[in-house]
């Protein structure tokens, strides 16, 4: 088994086509498909701040659900759309009103259909995953050794937002514990969520969100070859998104 994970995409249509291409794939039938059989393997934060959320969905929805080419873990945004989705009275801030502005101007057939393939594909993914065969775990913000095998409420906070303090910096952003530094095991952490200029690899964990939405690059780790590609970014620069670990 051959995987590509794929770090936050957060409705950036076009870099994920690019990437697809610079990693092999072709697009046929209104999906991509490697000729080699690899699986991609999308970490989460599929939606919002992006152009084209929607568009993602859509394919995501077919690789994963349709057509079984591909596996998907959900992120913290994919929570939130998910709760909107359900009726639940959800802030539609931090990039949420940028999908919802966009499911707004759908008539109300094609809005059920979108609802229905993104309550679909969420309601089938696992929490995070286990791929013995590369010796990997994909999570969205990381995953603790201990919490392997676990999937109660403190292990979802833990996924989809990161080691949290309960505190924020200057800027608003909240403050997040540097897990990967103490991780010690031997299988590899896939993660993503916390916007990095470049992959960074800490013990056996990589932190794959390069940041596409916010300028940078589209990054997707190969295994069991442990290989980086990116593809760059069109969308404006925004140095205050970033997080440095120094």
């Known amino acids: 088994m051959k995987v590509d994970c794929i770090g936050d995409v957060h409705g950036c249509i ?11 794939y072709h697009y046929e039938n209104q999906v991509f498909k490697h000729p080699g059989g690899r699986v991609p393997v999308f970490l989460g934060d599929l939606t919002d701040r992006g152009p084209n959320s929607l568009a993602v969905i859509r394919l995501v929805y077919r690789m994963v659900v349709t057509e079984k080419i591909a596996r998907y ?18 802030q539609q801030k931090h990039g949420l009103e940028t999908t919802v502005q966009e499911y707004e101007t759908l008539d109300n057939k094609e809005k059920q259909h979108i609802r229905e393939q993104f309550m679909s594909l969420y309601e089938q993914a696992p929490l995070y995953l286990e791929i013995p065969e590369v010796n990997a775990v994909i999570a969205h913000a990381g995953i ?9 409420k403190q292990v979802k906070s833990f996924v989809l937002y990161g080691d949290t ?30 916007p990095v200029k470049a992959p960074r690899i800490i013990h056996h964990t990589i932190n794959i969100d390069t940041g596409c939405v916010f300028g940078n690059a ?19 620069w925004n140095e205050e998104k970033f997080r440095s670990f120094d």
């Open 14 to 24: 076009d870099e994920l086509h690019d990437l697809f291409q610079t990693l092999g």
């Open 165 to 194: 303090t309960g505190k924020s910096d200057d800027l608003g952003r909240p403050i997040r514990r540097d897990w990967a530094k103490h991780y010690h095991g031997k299988r590899w952490i896939i993660y993503g969520h916390t």
């Open 73 to 90: 873990v959900p992120g913290n945004h994919c929570n939130k759309l998910y709760r909107f989705f359900l009726g639940n009275n959800v």
């Open 144 to 152: 603790k050794e201990e919490y392997i095998g676990r999937t109660d």
């Open 218 to 236: 589209l990054t997707a780790y190969q295994l069991p070859e442990q290989t980086i590609v990116s593809t760059p970014s069109t969308q404006p």
